[in-house]
């Protein structure tokens, strides 16, 4: 949740929140996780196992969002 607070006598935003937002944990098989977190603003680095690939990748990269979702797809990696 973003909050915002208004002045109305200044034409400015006097300060802005962002509250603790964390998208949902990844639990992923067949991966092995570079760097890990849940929280708004974090990055999750992984590497698939052999045999296994994410989006025809080896490794992946995911977003924590500020809508509490992660910028890609979390169905992990996947036999090929």
Request: glycine content about 8%; proline content about 2%.
């Amino acid at each position: 949740y973003i909050y915002i607070y208004w002045c109305t006598l200044t034409p400015y935003i006097k300060y802005l929140y962002f509250s603790e937002m964390k998208c949902p944990g990844l639990n992923f098989t067949h991966a092995t996780f570079v760097q890990q977190g849940n929280t708004y603003g974090d990055v999750v680095k992984f590497i698939c196992d052999e045999g296994y690939n994410y989006n025809n990748e080896i490794k992946g990269v995911l977003t924590c969002e500020a809508n509490s979702q992660w910028s890609g797809d979390t169905k992990g990696c996947q036999r090929v």
